[in-house]
């Protein structure tokens, strides 16, 4: 007999949480924002608006279900199973956290407050989860009904993976500068001295990826959320006896790679800003970024 599903609701620390850990008391917390010119009530009412959310997700979960919740900061130890319904009750980055954690579940993105976010991967409403449940344990055991969203993949020369659903970020750990040789597809190897590389999808291409595009005012084009390419960048990249800006950005292709090869003490790379999550990268070492064969499967 099959597991029922599980639905595993994944949240984030509020900032009243923090405020509270932080100071002790609310009183405390309101009297140390007052004291700055803010007011504490504005933080507890999207904290209020949190919980409601998640308790009303909460009372969605069929009764035959099975149920679990992880907080953010455990996802790297928390073990998800293939009968799992991921529901993400919180920010779009949220669900970009989850996702480098997953191996084709469904993921359904709830807005706890809408207004705030774009809504771009958190596309539905608290109240939806009673009907989008059903439908994505559905769309678990047949593999269909969601939108398959492109993620990129890190690979270094000892076997160390990272995956991405927004970017892939290879630099420096703080505000030294990174060297290496870049080696992209059909063009000669580059030795280049830069604040680092962005590699991102099509869904990263509505953060920072298109932040650093905009900026450039780059001719670009950048990838949709599910083609199977992902666009890469050089963050200011320094021109020098030895060190050159000729190629600064580029599409990666299915089965394309980005390569780097190491050329400074220590260099990190991390994927959806979960810096503590980082593949430590040393002098001479090698990583590939390039289109991962794994997706994350959203629910529309």
Do not use: C
Not at 68 to 84: I, T, Y
Not at 226 to 238: F, K, N, Y
Request: hydrophobic share 45%; proline share 5%; charged share 25%.
């Amino acid at each position: 007999m099959s597991l029922a599903p599980r639905a595993v609701l994944v949240h984030r620390t509020t900032e009243y949480e923090e405020l509270l850990a932080r100071h002790g008391t609310h009183g405390q917390a309101a009297f140390q924002l007052a004291a700055r010119g803010r007011s504490v009530d504005e933080v507890r009412e999207r904290h209020e608006r949190n919980g409601r959310a998640l308790a009303e997700v909460a009372a969605a979960v069929p009764l035959r279900w099975r149920q679990a919740r992880v907080e953010r900061a455990d996802l790297d130890r928390f073990l998800f199973v293939p009968e799992d319904v991921v529901v993400v009750v919180g920010q779009d980055g949220l669900v970009a956290n989850v996702a480098k954690y997953l191996t084709g579940q469904p993921v359904v993105g709830i807005d706890a407050d809408p207004g705030r976010n774009p809504g771009v991967l958190v596309r539905h409403r608290p109240r939806d989860a009673r009907r989008l449940l059903p439908s994505a344990a559905g769309a678990a055991a047949a593999r269909t009904g969601a939108d398959l969203l492109t993620m990129a993949e890190a690979v270094t020369d000892d076997a160390q993976r990272l995956l991405a659903l927004n970017e892939i970020y290879i630099g420096p750990p703080g505000h030294q500068t990174a060297r290496y040789t870049l080696r992209a597809p059909s063009a000669a190897p580059e030795a280049q001295a830069s604040s680092g590389v962005l590699i991102g999808t099509g869904t990263g291409a509505t953060g920072w990826l298109r932040s650093l595009w905009q900026q450039r005012a780059s001719a670009l084009p950048l990838p949709a959320a599910t083609d199977a390419r992902l666009a890469w960048t050089v963050r200011e990249a320094w021109p020098s006896p030895v060190t050159g800006t000729a190629r600064v950005e580029g599409l990666l292709g299915a089965g394309e790679r980005l390569g780097l090869v190491v050329e400074s003490d220590r260099l990190v790379a991390f994927g959806d800003g979960m810096e503590a999550d980082a593949l430590e990268l040393t002098w001479g070492q090698s990583v590939r970024v390039g289109v991962a064969e794994t997706a994350l499967r959203l629910v529309g």
